[in-house]
């Protein structure tokens, strides 16, 4: 048994299949269809298919690169989780991708879409939604160890983030107004991140498993945080953040214990006041760690 359809689904094929044309016709790859299939290196797909199902791809780890015919409108969540993709053309009528429908795909450096896609688009290998407001995924294994988030950005998706293996800094800029969780979970390299100064919610897992990090700064704005959302920074020594978000969160400071620690902001005027020439006051902005300890 090579491959078993069911009405217009392909449900399953065999594990030691190394490369399938799929019948034309069928128009659904059903739920863990090619599962642990870790010697499939080829797949053609036929021009009626319409959705991908939950980790229809699951474990193909020797599967490098496809080709999505442009009727494919559905992809689920973690539909190829742990495959070994490395470049991926999303279909012209994509309409849904579930989140995490490339999660742990470590080998990924590059997406596309066509122009003609209405959901979707593409820029340097990196996915967003069309209008580029939004990141949906930042393929893990992308080159470089630096990225400036756009400042047409103002959300950052679910996992976009996840499992990268190359990024050290991300500069985000003041448009960010909303991290999805786990939108940098395992992000091993990642040392150097500033949030969003208009973020007012930090969600669950959001900076999980980030081995790297040692210090982050808290913005005042943020209303509430998660007690998730550095689980896992086992080298994370510092949390900066401001007495207004410590009396909004004793439980976050509770849970993070002395690794949390108030900062207190100062002005210009506020050093103009204690007599401070401007050179006193230029040697203290060279000698701050944080640049957040100073409002300009």
């Given at each position: 048994?090579?491959?078993k359809?069911?009405?217009?689904?392909?449900?399953?094929?065999?594990?030691?299949v190394?490369?399938?044309?799929i019948?034309?016709?069928?128009e659904?790859?059903?739920?863990k269809a090619?599962a642990?299939?870790?010697?499939?290196?080829?797949?053609?797909?036929p021009?009626?298919l319409k959705?991908?199902?939950?980790q229809?791809?699951?474990n193909c780890?020797?599967?490098k690169t496809i080709?999505?015919?442009?009727?494919v409108?559905?992809?689920?969540?973690?539909?190829?989780?742990?495959?070994?993709l490395?470049?991926?053309?999303?279909?012209?009528?994509?309409?849904?991708l579930d989140?995490?429908?490339?999660?742990?795909?470590n080998?990924?450096?590059e997406?596309t879409?066509?122009d003609?896609?209405?959901f979707?688009?593409t820029?340097?290998?990196?996915?967003?939604?069309?209008?580029?407001?939004?990141?949906v995924?930042?393929p893990?294994?992308?080159?470089?160890?630096f990225?400036?988030i756009?400042?047409?950005i103002?959300?950052?998706?679910e996992?976009?983030?996840?499992d990268?293996?190359?990024?050290?800094?991300?500069?985000?800029?003041?448009?960010?107004i909303?991290?999805?969780?786990?939108?940098?979970?395992?992000?091993k390299?990642?040392k150097?991140?500033?949030?969003?100064?208009?973020i007012?919610y930090?969600?669950?897992?959001?900076f999980?498993?980030?081995?790297?990090?040692?210090?982050?700064?808290?913005?005042?704005?943020?209303?509430?945080?998660?007690?998730?959302?550095?689980i896992?920074?086992?080298?994370?020594?510092h949390?900066?953040?401001?007495?207004?978000?410590?009396?909004r969160?004793?439980d976050f400071?509770?849970?993070?214990?002395?690794?949390?620690e108030?900062?207190?902001?100062?002005?210009?005027?506020?050093?103009?006041?204690?007599g401070?020439?401007?050179?006193?006051i230029?040697?203290i902005?060279?000698?701050a760690k944080y640049k957040?300890?100073i409002?300009?």
């Open positions: 048994m090579k491959a359809y069911k009405k217009n689904t392909l449900e399953s094929v065999s594990k030691d190394t490369k399938i044309k019948e034309e016709g069928c659904s790859i059903g739920p090619f642990d299939c870790d010697k499939l290196e080829e797949v053609i797909f021009s009626t959705s991908i199902s939950f229809a791809f699951l780890n020797s599967l080709c999505l015919p442009n009727s409108k559905i992809i689920k969540r973690g539909a190829f989780e742990n495959s070994g490395i470049k991926i053309k999303l279909s012209d009528d994509l309409e849904t989140t995490c429908a490339f999660i742990s795909c080998n990924l450096e997406i879409v066509s003609k896609n209405n979707f688009s820029e340097n290998g990196i996915l967003f939604n069309k209008d580029k407001t939004k990141i995924l930042y893990a294994n992308r080159k470089g160890n990225y400036k756009p400042d047409s103002i959300v950052i998706g996992n976009a983030f996840g990268n293996n190359n990024l050290e800094k991300i500069k985000m800029s003041d448009y960010v909303f991290l999805e969780s786990c939108a940098f979970l395992n992000s390299k990642l150097d991140i500033n949030i969003s100064k208009n007012d930090l969600e669950m897992y959001t999980s498993n980030c081995e790297s990090l040692e210090k982050i700064v808290i913005p005042e704005n943020v209303m509430f945080a998660d007690l998730d959302t550095f896992g920074d086992k080298n994370l020594k949390i900066y953040t401001t007495p207004k978000f410590k009396e969160n004793e400071f509770d849970y993070y214990g002395n690794i949390c108030v900062i207190k902001k100062i002005t210009i005027d506020d050093l103009l006041d204690k401070k020439d401007f050179r006193q230029n040697k902005f060279k000698e957040e300890n409002l300009l």
